[in-house]
């Protein structure tokens, strides 16, 4: 069975920096593709960036293009969201997310698999 653990997350002020991580478990195989989702109050889960198994191609929402950079490592079966230059509205629940396939067209769509959520809250 397949899990995802996020962990990372936390308060920080307004201009700060953030890690998160996500560790695979229960895969006999890397996922084709990662990536972060996030969930603000009242609002629906949104794409925040992805990544494909080889780490080669990444994708952002505009809006945290130039500040947040995704990676993994694939030793490790772990994916990272590393966050700059945090803003208020970037306060959410963010998730990991697990995709056995990819498509340069797809890259925005979630896969089947889910984390808990790990909570991030940027104070003005």
């Known amino acids: 069975q397949v899990q995802l653990v996020e962990s990372g997350g936390g308060l920080v002020q307004a201009g700060g920096s953030l890690r998160l991580s996500c560790v695979a478990s229960?895969?006999?195989?890397?996922?084709?593709?990662m990536g972060w989702f996030r969930q603000a109050p009242g609002k629906e889960r949104e794409f925040v960036a992805t990544?494909?198994?080889?780490?080669?191609?990444?994708h952002y929402t505009d809006s945290v293009k130039g500040r947040f950079t995704i990676s993994r490592d694939n030793t490790k079966n772990t994916v990272y969201l590393q966050m700059n230059s945090l803003k208020p509205e970037d306060t959410a629940v963010y998730y990991c997310n697990a995709d056995s396939y990819y498509s340069i067209s797809d890259y925005y769509n979630p896969g089947n698999y889910w984390g808990q959520g790990t909570q991030v809250t940027v104070s003005s």
């Open positions: 990544i494909n198994w080889s780490g080669v191609r990444t």
């Open positions: 229960g895969q006999t195989f890397s996922f084709a593709k």
